[in-house]
C-alpha cells in the first residue's frame, strides 16, 4: 500500500538518487538551526541586554515572548503560504526577512526597537520555519524520512548546545564594545548563504492540487492566538486586570468559530487555512497534544534556568553556558539514535521513557537546589542536566516524525505549520506562566543579599510545575500510536505497511 504521505508534487524531486536533496537538506536544516540558536543565544544575553539596555523584567520577557507570539500566530498561515505559492519561494522570502529583522535587532537604539525587532523577527521566522519539515516531507521518499528525522533531532540538539555557548562567548568578548548586539548580528553571514545556496539548490514544491489562501481563517488563527497568550504575558506586570480573563474566556470563543468557519470552507472549496481533517488521523492528533505540552514545559524552564544562574547565582554568562553543556550533548546524542534505533524496536515507550527521564531529571535539580543552595556548583548540576537531556532527546525526533507519518503530502505546509504553531503556542503559554510561577514567588522589592535565596525559591517552585507538565505528557502519549509504521523499499516505490489505513478523506 502505498503512502499518501509519498505523493510527489509538481516539482518535487522525491527521487532516491538525486543528490541534490542532500544540499537542500542541509540548507534548510541550516535555517532551522540559525531559528534554534536564536532563541537559546537570546535567553543566555538577557542579563547583558538588561545591564546595557536597561530593560525591565517586562521588556525581557517580551524580548523573547514577543518572538514567540509573532512565531505561533504566523505559522499555520506560513505553511500553507508554502502550500500555494511554493515551498521554495516562501523560504526564501522568510529567511530574507528573518535576515534583516536580525539586523535591525543588532542595532536597535532601545529596549523598545528591539522588542518590534524580535517581533518581526518571529513573524519571518513563521514563513521560514514550517517550509522545513515540508521541503523534507516533499524531498525524500517515506523510507529515508526517518534518517532525515534523525538528522533534525541532532540538529535540534546542536542548536541547544551551540546557542548558550555563542551567545555567551559573544557577550563575554564584549567585541567592538558591542555588548549583547553580535549575537544577533551573526545571523547575517548565515542568513546570506542561505539566501544564496537556497535559491541554486532547493527545488520547487506545491500542493498538488490548486489552493487558495483562507484570509478569515488567517485573520480567526492569529486573533485567537493573540487573546489567549497577550493576558498571560502581561498579566502580572498590569496586576492581572479583569480584560485579561475576559480576552482569554473570548479566545475560546475565537477558536469555536474558527472549527466551524474551516468546516465550512473545506466543504465549499477544499482550501481552508486549517486542514481539520488531519485530527482523523490519530497519530497526528496525539501528537499535536504532546507538542503543545511540551512547549509549555520548555517555555518555562529555559527562561527560569537563565535567571536562575546568572542573576539568581551571579555567574557570567560563559560559566552558565558551560553549565549547559552537558544537556546540549545529552539532547543530541539521545535524539540521534531514538529514531533509528530506539522507536521501531519500542515504538511509544521512546517518547514516555524520555517524559519520565526529564521529570527524573527535574525532581534531582530541585533536591539538588534546596540542598547546596547559592552555593551549588556547575559540577553538581551536571547530573540533573544530563538526564534530562536524554529525555529530551527521546522525544524531540521521533515525535515530529510520528506526527508527520501519515500526513498527505498535499496538506505537508498546513501539517508542519500546525506542529510548529501548537510548540511555539505552548512555549508563549509557558512564557507567560513564567510570571506566575516564578516572579510571583519572588519578592519585586527583595534586597541585593537576598536576591540569591528568593531566586531558588522560585526556580525551585518552577521546576515542580515543569515536573508536573511532564506527567500529563506521559499519559498523553498513551493515544500515540504503539510502534510506527514501517516504511520498506520495493521495486523503486516506497511502500508503507501501516498499522491500519488512514482516517482520512
Not at 482550501?271 to 501528537?287: D, M
Not at 534530562?388 to 508527520?404: F, H, N, R, W, Y
Request: hydrophobic share 55%; net charge positive.
Amino acid at each position: 500500500m502505498t503512502s499518501p504521505s509519498t505523493t510527489s508534487a509538481p516539482g518535487a524531486p522525491a527521487v532516491a538518487g538525486d543528490r541534490r536533496r542532500w544540499f537542500a537538506l542541509a540548507i534548510v536544516m541550516t535555517a532551522a538551526f540559525m531559528d534554534l540558536v536564536d532563541v537559546t543565544i537570546v535567553n543566555i544575553a538577557i542579563p547583558s541586554i538588561q545591564r546595557d539596555a536597561g530593560a525591565s523584567f517586562s521588556q525581557i520577557q517580551w524580548i523573547t515572548a514577543g518572538y514567540s507570539l509573532a512565531f505561533a500566530a504566523g505559522l499555520v498561515t506560513g505553511g500553507r503560504l508554502g502550500d500555494i505559492h511554493g515551498r521554495k519561494r516562501i523560504f526564501l522570502i522568510g529567511i530574507t526577512g528573518f535576515t534583516v529583522a536580525s539586523a535591525l535587532c543588532g542595532f536597535a537604539a532601545n529596549p523598545e526597537m528591539l522588542v518590534a525587532s524580535r517581533i518581526l523577527q518571529g513573524g519571518m521566522a513563521a514563513l521560514m520555519v514550517p517550509q522545513v519539515l515540508s521541503i523534507v516531507h516533499a524531498t525524500f521518499p517515506a523510507h529515508e524520512r526517518g534518517k532525515v528525522f534523525g538528522l533534525f533531532g541532532m540538529i535540534v540538539g546542536l542548536g541547544a548546545v551551540s546557542g548558550p555557548l555563542l551567545g555567551a562567548l559573544l557577550t563575554e568578548w564584549n567585541i567592538f564594545g558591542l555588548e549583547w548586539r553580535p549575537i544577533f548580528l551573526i545571523n547575517l553571514p548565515v542568513g546570506i548563504a542561505g539566501i544564496i545556496l537556497g535559491r541554486k539548490f532547493i527545488s520547487e514544491s506545491k500542493a498538488p492540487r490548486a489552493l487558495k489562501l483562507d484570509l478569515v481563517g488567517v485573520v480567526l488563527v492569529t486573533a485567537g492566538l493573540l487573546m489567549l497568550l497577550y493576558p498571560l504575558t502581561r498579566g502580572r506586570e498590569l496586576g492581572w486586570p479583569v480584560w485579561g480573563y475576559v480576552m482569554m474566556a473570548g479566545s475560546l470563543v475565537v477558536f469555536g468559530a474558527l472549527i466551524a468557519y474551516e468546516k465550512r470552507k473545506a466543504a465549499k472549496d477544499g482550501s481552508p487555512l486549517v486542514e481539520l481533517s488531519l485530527f482523523k488521523v490519530k497519530s497526528f492528533a496525539a501528537g499535536i497534544a504532546v507538542q503543545t505540552v511540551f512547549g509549555v514545559t520548555l517555555g518555562i524552564f529555559f527562561l527560569v534556568w537563565t535567571l536562575y544562574m546568572q542573576v539568581g547565582l551571579g555567574w557570567t554568562a560563559l560559566r552558565a553556558g558551560l553549565t549547559g553543556v552537558p544537556f546540549s550533548i545529552a539532547v543530541s546524542a539521545a535524539a540521534g539514535i531514538s529514531v533509528q534505533k530506539l522507536v521501531p524496536r519500542f515504538g511509544r515507550k521512546v517518547l514516555q521513557t524520555g517524559a519520565l527521564a526529564m521529570a527524573v531529571g527535574v525532581l534531582i535539580y530541585i533536591w539538588e537546589a534546596g540542598r547546596y543552595g547559592a552555593d551549588i556548583a556547575p559540577w553538581q548540576m551536571a547530573l540533573p542536566l544530563v538526564v534530562m537531556g536524554v529525555g529530551m532527546g527521546l522525544i524531540v525526533a521521533p515525535l515530529t516524525d510520528a506526527v508527520l507519518s501519515e500526513v498527505p503530502q498535499e496538506h505537508a505546509g498546513s501539517a508542519s505549520g500546525l506542529i510548529n504553531t501548537v510548540q511555539q503556542m505552548g512555549t508563549a503559554l509557558g512564557l507567560g506562566l513564567v510570571s506566575v510561577v516564578f516572579f510571583g514567588v519572588i519578592d519585586e522589592h527583595v534586597r541585593p543579599d537576598r536576591i540569591p535565596v528568593e531566586f531558588v525559591d522560585g526556580f525551585q517552585n518552577a521546576l515542580w510545575w515543569v515536573a508536573g507538565v511532564l506527567a500529563v505528557i506521559f499519559l498523553v502519549m498513551f493515544a500515540l500510536p504503539a510502534k510506527p509504521k514501517q516504511h520498506v523499499e520495493g521495486g523503486g516505490a516506497d511502500v508503507t505497511v501501516p498499522e491500519k489505513e488512514p482516517a482520512l478523506t
